[in-house]
Structure formats: C-alpha cells, structure tokens
C-alpha cells in the first residue's frame, strides 16, 4: 500500500531509450520496495527525465581522481520487476521527480554498480509515457539503484535522495508536477525499511512549520 515517502534509485552509464516497467513492490509487514528478492510486489513502471542534481559534492562524492571501475548500462526492456542483482549486491529504488536527473545522481555514487529507469506503483501494464502523464495509471517515474553495500551504505543513498528534493512538495519537483513526480522510498528488505522511515522521521524534524502546506514531509514509502 502506498505511503507518505517514496523514493527510488539506480545506476547505470548509457541512458535508456524506453522506460522500464518494473512490478509492484513487495508486501511486507512495513514498507518500501526492493529489487533482488522473490517478494509479492505491486506493479510499477520506471522513468526519469529531468536535469542533473548538483547534490554529491556535500557528501565529498567526486573529491579525487582516484578510477572508479565502470558501471553496467541501464538495461532497455520492459517486464516484471523480478530479476535479482548481482552476487553480493542490492537493489533500491527511489523516486525524487523527474528520473534522468535522479538516475545521474545516483551514477556517481562510488559503490554503486548499475542504475534502470522506470514506472511504479501504478496499475496499468506496459504504459505508454502518455499514460503516466496522464494522472490515471498511477505510476511513479523511479530509479533503481544496484549497490555493493561493501562500498556504499543504502544510508548513503538516502543521503543522495534527501540531497536532492524538497520533501513538503506533493506531486511536484522544481517546475515537474504531477503524480508521477511524487516522492518515494520503495524498500526491498526489512532492513531498508526501516533505514527509510527513520530517516524520514529525521526529515521531519528539520522541517519548519511556518505554515501549514509546508509543515511535514510528503513522500511514500512502500
């Protein structure tokens, strides 16, 4: 069931010519959405498309020019999102707007090893970009993120993911409105769920009440 944040991230080193359409998070006794697992999950479809975040530098992302080995491309293709991830790493998936920007942002994170586009959380098979737009399919634009948590926490995605967006807008990212540019942690573990609402709960705390439209966060996490 859908929640008050959501959230999605991926990695990758080509853009993708076509959405992906990934399946319904899993159904946990909490929430959030993962990628690797064979858990019951709720349709969903992947897509991003805004500018790049300007966000890693505040974490000391990108401070030396020491090589970094080279990430797998986005794959382009369309199906349930039941594929697992490669030995000894994760999924996650966040959606913070429009998913290029958010991709790219993720891409640079050291430890993470692929990123995919797509749509989620919606109730429409293979949806056309016109579909999404629409506000009737209830799809997401998201990123999942393929991470060696050897190298790179999922704190630190979260990290990445708050960097990047205003959580008291709903349905909105900078001049991208829409439901398919709300804001969403979408958990694949137990564990990533409840590193999602904790932080979350931290996000609260730094909001100030002014007013009432901007005095909580509004994002999902499934």
């Given amino acids: 069931m859908l929640r008050s944040l959501t959230l999605v991230a991926t990695t990758s080193t080509s853009t993708i010519s076509k959405p992906l359409l990934f399946s319904p998070s899993r159904k946990l006794t909490l929430f959030f959405s993962p990628f690797s697992l064979p858990f019951p999950q709720t349709k969903r479809s992947l897509s991003l498309h805004r500018s790049p975040m300007n966000i890693l530098k505040s974490f000391g992302f990108g401070a030396n020019n020491k090589p970094t080995p080279p990430m797998q491309n986005s794959a382009v293709a369309q199906g349930p999102d039941d594929d697992v991830p ?9 959606g913070a707007g429009c998913f290029w920007g958010v991709e790219l942002a993720f891409q640079r994170v050291p430890g993470v090893t692929k990123t995919e586009v797509g749509y989620t959380q919606g109730f429409r098979d293979n949806p056309s970009y016109e579909d999404v737009c629409s506000g009737t399919t209830n799809h997401n634009e998201v990123v999942r993120v393929q991470y060696d948590p050897k190298e790179c ?44 609402r904790e932080s979350m709960e931290k996000q609260q705390k730094t909001v100030e009440p002014k007013d009432c439209y901007r005095a909580s966060t509004r994002q999902e996490v499934l």
């Fill in 86 to 94: 490669a030995p000894a790493q994760q999924f996650a998936q966040f």
């Fill in 153 to 196: 926490s999922f704190d630190t995605l979260l990290d990445v993911f708050w960097a990047g967006l205003d959580p008291t807008t709903l349905n909105r990212q900078g001049n991208d409105v829409g439901t398919q540019y709300r804001s969403g942690i979408y958990y694949y573990t137990p564990e990533q769920e409840n590193a999602a």
